[in-house]
């Protein structure tokens, strides 16, 4: 059966850095994307990353660009996404998601991913 899991977050002052991982199992590593969301109280959820985990192409939301990373480690079937340099309106419940359409490219748009981890919190805050 297909989980994802995500760790790694927690409280952080502004301008600190923060590393999310999302483990993945139940299925071959490869065939998929994995992308980040996150929803902050009263907002609608917003995609801000993916990978692809056949060729590691990635993609990134304009309000994080620049500050965070996303990489793969296919021998631990973990994905992770490395937020540099946070900013308070960065708070919210960061979630992973798992796209089984996607190969060699990846979308931050929620339509195509239909397997969702718990959601881990982030706050920053001084």
């Known amino acids: 059966q297909l989980q994802l899991v995500e760790s790694g977050g927690g409280l952080v002052q502004p301008g600190g850095s923060l590393r999310l991982s999302c483990a993945v199992s139940?299925?071959?590593?490869?065939?998929?994307?994995i992308g980040w969301f996150r929803q902050a109280p009263g907002k609608r959820r917003e995609g801000i990353s993916c990978i692809s985990m056949r060729a590691g192409s990635t993609n990134y939301a304009d309000s994080v660009k620049g500050r965070f990373t996303i990489h793969k480690d296919n021998t631990k079937g973990t994905v992770y996404l490395q937020m540099n340099t946070l900013k308070p309106e960065d708070t919210a419940v960061y979630y992973c998601a798992a796209d089984r359409t996607a190969m060699y490219y990846c979308s931050t748009s929620e339509t195509p991913y239909a397997y969702w981890g718990q959601g881990t919190q982030v706050t920053v805050s001084s």
């Open positions: 139940g299925f071959t590593f490869d065939d998929y994307a």
